[in-house]
């Protein structure tokens, strides 16, 4: 019998990225020059299928976030997954963290997951300032995942057992070493 808190099926990237697809909100966390973070509830969308995978959200350029990641490049995506009816237990999220960079307006792959969601495509409808501009988060290989896709039975056994790490496959990585993982996408470390 395995003492591990593991999930006893991890899911794989493809599940974890079909589920981000599924989102559309997340909390942005981006440092400033002096490495104090700020934190902000936003709107994103996601790189086309089969491109290299990436998070990009639209903002203004005059915005905090902007500045920041002009600053300081790294940042920090967290999408909770809340329960609708046992709104009494905790959310499962996904923490995605990367390097962003601010992208053009006319970026194509930013705009390509704009149009992806109503929502979306409202927010870029909607703007009307001259100034806006989208941030790219490019993820590091390594996706943190809580309870995405873990049963709550198994998760209720013990708490622990819904922490996992995904990795992006190596073709969807942009300009970084690719992390060590199975076949199929996952990882069995836990306690993430």
């Known amino acids: 019998m395995s003492t591990t808190s593991q999930p006893s099926s991890v899911p794989t ?11 559309t909100f997340g909390v942005l966390t981006t440092l ?12 994103y969308g996601v790189s086309p299928p089969g491109s290299p995978f990436a998070f990009f959200f639209l903002t203004l350029e005059r915005y905090l ?5 002009r600053a300081n490049p790294p940042g920090t995506l967290v999408v909770p997954f809340p329960h609708r009816i046992l709104s009494f237990i905790p959310a499962p999220c996904v923490t995605i963290r990367g390097r962003a960079e ?10 390509w997951g704009f149009e992806q969601r109503r929502i979306l495509r409202d927010n870029v409808a909607w703007l009307t300032d001259a100034e806006p501009v989208f941030l790219k988060l490019t993820p590091e290989p390594t996706v943190l995942c809580h309870g995405v896709g ?10 622990t057992a ?16 690719a992390g060590t993982a199975d076949a199929d996408g996952s990882t069995r470390e836990a306690n993430t």
């Open 13 to 23: 990237f493809a599940y974890v990225e079909a589920a981000l697809r599924k989102k």
């Open 32 to 43: 400033d020059g002096k490495g104090r973070p700020h934190s902000t509830g936003i709107l």
């Open 65 to 69: 976030k902007v500045r920041n990641v």
């Open 102 to 111: 601010v992208v053009p307006f006319s970026d194509p792959d930013a705009r």
């Open 150 to 159: 873990i049963g709550l039975f198994e998760m209720r056994r013990k708490h």
């Open 162 to 177: 819904g922490g996992y790490k995904a990795h992006i496959p190596v073709e969807r990585l942009v300009g970084t070493a």
